[in-house]
C-alpha cells in the first residue's frame, strides 16, 4: 500500500487567518482525496483533487474556503481559510490504488483560537 | 443520500472474547471497506469485500460482503487488548460521486473495566 505522509502533524491557529496542509504520496496515484473528521465523528469528503485540473467538491464544502493544489501525481495541498472555531478538526489525506482500496493518511490535526 | 448505520455504536471487550460489529444500509454497493483507527492516527484498512456474499480473513478478523450488497459484518476472534479503537464500515457505490466512499459512524472498541 502507498506511504502517505501529511505536513504539518498537527497546529494550533487564530480565528481569520488560514492553514494550508501538504500531502506526499511515495508513489504515482491518480486519486487523491480530502477528507474532514471534526472530533469525535466519522469522516465527510471534502473533495476529489484533480491532478492538472480544479478539485471536485462535495455539497457543503467550496472553492473559497478549501482550496486545494495537486500539481502531480504524488503531491497534494489543501488550504482552510478564514478560519473559525468551527474548523478545528483532523483532516486526513487519501489515496485510490487499485480500483476501489483506499489508504489514508496519519491526519493533521487542526486547533482554532 | 446515501448512509450507512453501524453498530453498535460502542462496546466493552474482556481479553479472549470474540466481537461482531455490522454496518446496513438501504442502498447497494459493490465494495464494502473495514478500517480501524487509533487515537491520533489516520484510519487502517483492515479487510476490502468486492462480491456479494464474499467472506474474508485478515487474521483474528473475518468480514463478509451481505448478498443482498446492502450489509456487511467485521468479527473479530479471541480479541486482544490491541483490537481497542474504533472501527469504521466504508461502502462505495458505482462510478461518478457514487464512487466515493461513504463512511459509518463507527464501532468504538473499549477495554472491560
Known amino acids: 500500500s502507498a506511504v502517505i505522509s501529511q505536513k504539518p502533524s498537527r497546529d494550533i491557529c487564530q480565528r481569520g487567518t488560514s492553514l494550508t496542509i501538504q500531502c506526499q504520496v511515495d508513489?504515482?496515484?491518480?486519486?487523491m482525496f480530502w477528507y474532514r473528521q471534526q472530533p469525535g465523528q466519522s469522516l465527510t469528503l471534502i473533495a476529489t483533487?484533480?491532478?492538472?485540473?480544479?478539485?471536485?467538491?462535495e455539497s457543503g464544502f467550496v472553492i473559497d474556503k478549501f482550496p486545494i493544489s495537486r500539481p502531480n501525481l504524488t503531491f497534494s495541498t489543501l488550504t482552510v481559510s478564514n478560519l473559525s472555531p468551527e474548523d478545528s478538526s483532523i483532516y486526513l489525506c487519501?489515496?485510490?490504488?487499485?480500483?476501489?482500496?483506499?489508504?489514508f493518511g496519519p491526519g493533521t490535526r487542526l486547533t482554532v483560537t | 443520500g446515501q448512509q450507512l448505520n453501524q453498530s453498535p455504536q460502542s462496546m466493552f471487550i474482556q481479553e479472549g472474547e470474540d466481537v461482531s460489529m455490522n454496518c446496513t444500509s438501504s442502498?447497494?454497493?459493490?465494495?464494502w471497506l473495514w478500517y480501524k483507527q487509533d487515537p491520533g492516527e489516520g484510519p487502517v484498512l483492515l479487510i476490502a469485500?468486492?462480491?456479494?456474499?464474499e467472506l474474508t480473513s485478515n487474521g483474528r478478523l473475518t468480514a463478509q460482503f451481505g448478498i443482498t450488497r446492502k450489509d456487511s459484518f467485521l468479527n473479530i476472534s479471541a480479541s486482544i487488548p490491541s483490537d481497542v479503537g474504533i472501527y469504521f464500515c466504508?461502502?462505495?457505490?458505482?462510478?461518478?460521486?457514487?464512487?466515493?466512499?461513504?463512511f459509518g459512524k463507527g464501532t468504538k472498541l473499549s477495554v472491560k473495566p
Open positions: 487519501s489515496v485510490r490504488q487499485g480500483t476501489y482500496e483506499q489508504y
Open positions: 508513489s504515482q496515484v491518480t486519486m
Open positions: 483533487a484533480n491532478q492538472g485540473s480544479e478539485a471536485t467538491y
Open positions: 442502498s447497494i454497493f459493490n465494495t
Open positions: 469485500l468486492y462480491k456479494a456474499g
Open positions: 466504508a461502502a462505495q457505490g458505482y462510478g461518478g460521486s457514487q464512487g466515493n466512499l461513504i
